[in-house]
């Protein structure tokens, strides 16, 4: 990618820096995901075996 | 005393240097974020009710995220005289690496995600107290009470007394009185902690026109306070050991830290700590000789709340049983 204009005309370092941020965030969006999910399958497992289900 | 050029944001807070990642979590202050966790675990542990270990991990993760929403909003609003104190002027915003508004936007979405997970994950109640106590730190301390009375941190202190409260709710799903204690061993413990801080660092809070204590009253009353406040809350640090939540263990810790803490409130009380307008040299632990007195007793109260927690979590690991004098209460 050396030699292409930022278009965000950017300085490198900011760009980097914008790039790490972009990453924690996607990562952050894939933990939360991943959290809902397990929540919800041990509610769900908890009132399954309560028999709250039937 | 409002010397902007301390603050290299530019007008509007725009920020002048790229953030980087660490900088958002130095928003949430994660060393505050820890005490809060241990409190708050501690407070889950104590309900000693059945709760699966995922969700119980999910709670103490909200109450985190919900104190670094806290953080986060207490930053930007106080971003002004944060770059006037030498103890704060380092934080992201007066740095110029975080604007204003991004910290804001955090801090929102962070508190409403935490609040919700909470809900969802153990139940309304403690979904409840978290946006109370975030709501309180955010707006009642930051906003109103931090700028207008010496009493900010007493009546302020109360968020940072909750979240054993929040962990207890979120695993029973009810606050008992012994809840309420822990709540009160921390409410108590606020005081003395933070006035023997803000008696080496009175110069700091001056230039930013925040109204501590020694600022407001002086140093002779401020000793005296802290010796009060130091009064009141050792007797109930040691309580719980008598109320069916702590043991042999925790009387130990209880009693002989408390006798080491009266010892040092004493001893600040007859020192003259903050007269000569002491100015800490060295961060928090760096002080002028006559403020070692009120250092010591800052630091050994960071300590002994620590050790108090923590006895209370090693007989829970140990399954060492409460005392259980008066049943009252409850458990």
């Not at chain 2, 007008?11 to 980087?20: C, H, L, M, W, Y």
């Not at chain 2, 043991?247 to 803490?261: H, K």
Request: proline share 6%; net charge positive; aromatic share 10%.
């Amino acid at each position: 990618m050396a030699g292409v204009p930022n278009p965000f005309g950017e300085s490198d370092t900011a760009a980097q820096a914008r790039r790490r941020r972009s990453l924690f965030l996607a990562l952050g969006l894939v933990a939360f995901v991943i959290l809902i999910f397990v929540v919800t399958i041990v509610k769900l497992k908890g009132n399954v075996l309560a028999g709250n289900h039937l | 005393m409002t010397d902007t050029t301390a603050s290299p944001v530019a007008p509007g807070g725009v920020a002048e240097t790229p953030a980087r990642w660490s900088d958002y979590v130095a928003l949430l202050k994660p060393r505050v974020m820890s005490l809060v966790v241990f409190t708050a675990f501690t407070g889950l542990m104590c309900a000693r009710a059945p709760m699966s270990p995922t969700l119980a991990a999910v709670a103490v993760l909200c109450i985190a995220v919900g104190a670094g929403a806290s953080g986060a909003l207490n930053m930007w609003y106080d971003a002004d005289i944060d770059g006037l104190m030498r103890r704060t002027r380092g934080r992201p915003i007066p740095m110029g690496r975080v604007q204003k508004g991004d910290a804001l936007g955090l801090g929102i979405f962070l508190a409403l995600l935490s609040v919700m997970l909470m809900g969802m994950a153990a139940n309304y109640l403690a979904a409840g107290l978290l946006a109370f106590t975030i709501l309180f730190y955010a707006v009642v301390y930051t906003m109103w009470l931090k700028r207008w009375t010496p009493q900010n941190i007493v009546i302020g202190g109360a968020a940072g007394a909750l979240p054993p409260v929040i962990g207890w709710a979120a695993a029973s799903g009810h606050t008992p009185l012994n809840a309420w204690l822990l709540f009160a061993i921390i409410f108590l413990w606020t005081p003395p902690h933070s006035w023997a801080l803000a008696l080496y660092t009175t110069g700091d809070y001056a230039k930013a026109g925040v109204p501590m204590m020694p600022v407001v009253k002086g140093p002779a009353s401020t000793r005296r306070q802290i010796l009060l406040y130091s009064l009141a809350f050792v007797p109930v640090a040691i309580a719980p050991a008598f109320t069916g939540l702590g043991g042999p263990v925790y009387l130990a810790v209880s009693v002989l830290g408390g006798l080491l803490f009266l010892t040092l409130a004493v001893r600040v009380w007859r020192s003259h700590a903050g007269d000569n307008g002491n100015e800490a040299e060295n961060g928090l632990y760096g002080v002028k000789a006559g403020s070692k007195d009120a250092r010591n007793l800052f630091a050994f109260s960071i300590l002994y709340l620590t050790l108090l927690f923590a006895a209370l979590l090693a007989e829970r690991a140990l399954g060492l049983e409460p005392l259980n004098l008066v049943k009252a209460f409850g458990g």
